[in-house]
């Protein structure tokens, strides 16, 4: 072993490790960050394609994300209102269109008290959860055994009640099939946002955006960060580690550090090889974590029609190809005169799309907004879809969740080091899991757990 070049090395140049990064060397520690892309950010990226600004990856601030308010504070970056006047478009089981205001569907009054008294139920489950731990939930042993959507078919015989309730938290927010993940990860995603109430709630969890786009908070943190800190184009391949410390190896170099912070979702930790590997258990948990799918898709239209027609640009359905779409008009671009609509096709829906070629891709999405916004849809000047599940530094979309049973046999383990390695990244969060306020609080945990 060799006296450590750094007293952190952190690997992943995302919000997780900009920020462990930024309360380490404001605390005095010499820090290196190695990111594997040639930018920061990770799923940040805000990009202007064909002269149209555009959030590729994460780009909502809700209420409940705290530490990212208090960080957009602290970075002096400004949000502004997602822009939701008029009406909002439901399509629901026998297929007919309904426009609303609101949060309520305009969906039968049995349906309607099926969908409140679930409501109920899952905020009372995640008031019972602290979402940093979840496995100690009152009933975890068996909300961890059962599908959220074979959960859903036991509290109620009303298919659209289930439908719609499982759409928040399946395609909305795992992007994974409702029958893919257990009902304990279904509340840890709720208790993290807050509570349930909050995901059902559009006006809540996509409240705000920042002026200029989201990826400029991990461009603010990195540019605080002394020059050549930040090493990109540096994917870390190999990590060897004893009691003293760490070497890193990119494909160039070898860095040495006391400790090493993998600030990189779950399955991409097992991507790289540990000498010697990690203790079975780690191993073991990670291969029951995977990444959800969902491609998020930028339409823009010569102006925003959809507001002439009374219209808010809000639009949901479990039962269309496009389960929700909103106005993503860039409000902070002066003179901007196109209207932009984003939308989002997930699980099992976009495994069927990404089946088909570009053009085919394209008319169906574009069918599929038709059905909420009428004909004009059927045009856009600009059609962009995000491409994370193929971009091999995420393989996905929007985060990584357990499958069923794992998150109670290994959850404990999350965030535990070994050695001198840490491991933080939103995947692993309790509050803000899988969102941009979660990478805050995981970054800033490791670094506080690093300087104690
Ligand atoms: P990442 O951003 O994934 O950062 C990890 C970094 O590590 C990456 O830069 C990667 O390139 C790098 N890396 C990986 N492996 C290596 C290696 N071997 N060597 C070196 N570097 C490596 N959140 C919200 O709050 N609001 C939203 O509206 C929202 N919408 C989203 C929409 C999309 C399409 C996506 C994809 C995500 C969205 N999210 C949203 C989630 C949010 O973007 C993420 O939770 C957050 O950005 C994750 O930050 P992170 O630093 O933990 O991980």
Redesign the pocket.
Known sequence: TSDPDYDVVV???????LTAANRLRAAGRSVIV????DR?????LTDTLDGVRLE??????SPD?TS?LALLGELGLETYSRYREGESVYIGLDGVRCTFEGEKFPVSERTATEMDRLTVILDKLAAEMDPLEPWNHPDADYLDRISFAAWLAEQTDDAEARDNIGLYIGPAMLTKPAHSFSALSAVLMAASAGGFSHLVDADFI?DRRVVGG?QRVPLALASRLPAGTVRLG????KVEWDADGATVF?GQDSYRGRNVVM???PT?VS??QYVPALPPVQAQMRQHISFGL?I?LHITYATPFWRELGLSGTAFSPYALVHEAYDNTNEDVEGETRGTLVGFVSDVKADGLLALDAAERRAKVLESLATYYGPEALSPVHYYE?P?MADE??VG???TSFDIGSLTRYGRHLRSDVGPLAF????IAGLGF??????IR?GEAVAARLLS
């Open positions: 690997v992943g140049a995302g919000v997780t490790g190695l990111e594997a892309r920061v950010g990770g799923r940040l590729v990856g994460g780009q909502w601030v994300q990212l996509l989201l540096e994917a870390v391949t990119t600030a990189v979702p991409l991507r790289v969902v998020k995000s994370w530094w995420t979309a929007f985060g933080a990244s939103s995947d899988q969102h941009v306020d979660g990478a995981m």
